[in-house]
C-alpha cells in the first residue's frame, strides 16, 4: 500500500513541478510584452521547443508518428494550440492573477469532457470540493468583491475550456503513444498556428527590436513551461485522471499571484490570502480520499485473491 501512494506522490509532485514553473511564466510573459506581440512570443517560444524535442528525441518520435492515426494525435494537439493561445491574449489584455483565476476552471470542465471523450463515470462525491475550490479561486482574484470579465478574462476562459479539452484528449492518446511524442506534436501545432496568426495579424518589424530579456523570457517559457511542464503532465496523465490533474493544478493561480506580486506588484487582499487556503485544502482532501479510495481497491482485490485461493 505505501509503494501505490509513493508512486500516486511522484506523479501529484510532477503537476506541483508544473504549477511552479507556469506560476513564474505568467507574469514574465506580461514583462516580455513589452517589446514583443503574443503571436510572436508563442511562435518562438513553441518552435524552440520543437527543436529541443526533435534533437533528444527525433528519432522515436518520427517513428512513432509514422505509425499513429492523425486522430490519436491532433484533437489534443490542437486544444493545446487554442489554450496557448488565448492565454497568451489574455495575459496581454487583463492581470496575471485573473488568467490564473479563469485557466484553473479545467477543474469543473475536465470531468464533463471526460463524460463525453472518455465515457467516464462522474462521481458526485467530488462535486461539493469542485464547488468549494471555484470559491476559493473566487476569492483569490476578486479585488475585495470586484470582479467582472473583460475581453481578457473572456479569452482565459476559453483557454480554461480548451485546456481541459488537452488534459482529456491527452489522456486518450497516452493509450497509443508516448509523452515525449504527445508533448512534441502539441508544441508542433501551436507553433505552426502561432505562426499563421502572427504573419496574419502581427507586423514582422516587431522582431529585430525584441529586447534582450524578451528572449531571455522566450527560452524559460521554451524550456520550462513547454518541454519539461508539457512532459511532466503527458508522464502523470498515465497514472492520474484528468480530473485529478485539472485539480492539482488549482495550486498555480496561487503561485502566479505570488510571483506577480514579487515581479509585477499585483496585490493580494485579505479574501485572495482566504481562497488560497481553501484552494491547498481542497486539494489535499481530495488527494486524500483518492488514496484510500485505491486502498481500498486495492485491499479488496487482496481479499478475493486470499478467498479464491482457500
Not at 527543436?51 to 490519436?72: E, V
Not at 494537439?77 to 483565476?101: D, H
Not at 475581453?151 to 480554461?160: C, E, M, N, P, Q
Not at 505562426?195 to 529585430?208: E, K, M, N
Amino acid at each position: 500500500m505505501g509503494r501505490i501512494k509513493l508512486i500516486k506522490m511522484k506523479y501529484v509532485s510532477y503537476i506541483m513541478i508544473q504549477s511552479v514553473v507556469y506560476g513564474i511564466g505568467n507574469p514574465l510573459t506580461k514583462l516580455a510584452y513589452e517589446s514583443i506581440t503574443p503571436f510572436w512570443l508563442l511562435t518562438f517560444r513553441f518552435s524552440i521547443a520543437l527543436l529541443i524535442f526533435l534533437l533528444f528525441g527525433g528519432k522515436r518520435l518520427i517513428a512513432q508518428l509514422r505509425t499513429a492515426k492523425f486522430s490519436q494525435y491532433f484533437p489534443a494537439s490542437l486544444c493545446t494550440a487554442l489554450a496557448y493561445i488565448t492565454c497568451n491574449l489574455a495575459l496581454n489584455l487583463t492581470s496575471a492573477t485573473n488568467v490564473g483565476f479563469l485557466m484553473s476552471l479545467p477543474v469543473i470542465f475536465a470531468p464533463l469532457l471526460a463524460i463525453i471523450i472518455l465515457h467516464q463515470k462522474y462521481d458526485f462525491r467530488y462535486l461539493p470540493l469542485q464547488i468549494i475550490i471555484i470559491i476559493g479561486l473566487y476569492l483569490l482574484c476578486s479585488n475585495e468583491g470586484e470582479f467582472t470579465l473583460n475581453k481578457g478574462d473572456i479569452f482565459a476562459l476559453i483557454t480554461a475550456i480548451a485546456l481541459s479539452g488537452a488534459l482529456v484528449f491527452g489522456k486518450k492518446s497516452l493509450e497509443s503513444l508516448d509523452a515525449v511524442t504527445i508533448s512534441a506534436t502539441q508544441a508542433g501545432v501551436t507553433a505552426f498556428m502561432s505562426l499563421i496568426c502572427a504573419l496574419v495579424f502581427d507586423d514582422f518589424s516587431v522582431v529585430p527590436n525584441i529586447a534582450p530579456e524578451a528572449w531571455r523570457v522566450v527560452i524559460y517559457l521554451a524550456v520550462t513551461c513547454t518541454c519539461i511542464a508539457y512532459v511532466l503532465q503527458n508522464l502523470a496523465l498515465v497514472h492520474l485522471s484528468s480530473s485529478t490533474v485539472s485539480m492539482l493544478q488549482c495550486t498555480q493561480p496561487i503561485l502566479t499571484a505570488v510571483c506577480s506580486f514579487i515581479i509585477l506588484r499585483e496585490t493580494m487582499s485579505f479574501r485572495g490570502r482566504l481562497g488560497g487556503l481553501i484552494i491547498i485544502g481542497s486539494i489535499l482532501i481530495t488527494n486524500l480520499l483518492e488514496t484510500n479510495e485505491k486502498k481500498g481497491q486495492a485491499t479488496k482485490t487482496g481479499d478475493e485473491f486470499t478467498a479464491a485461493l482457500k
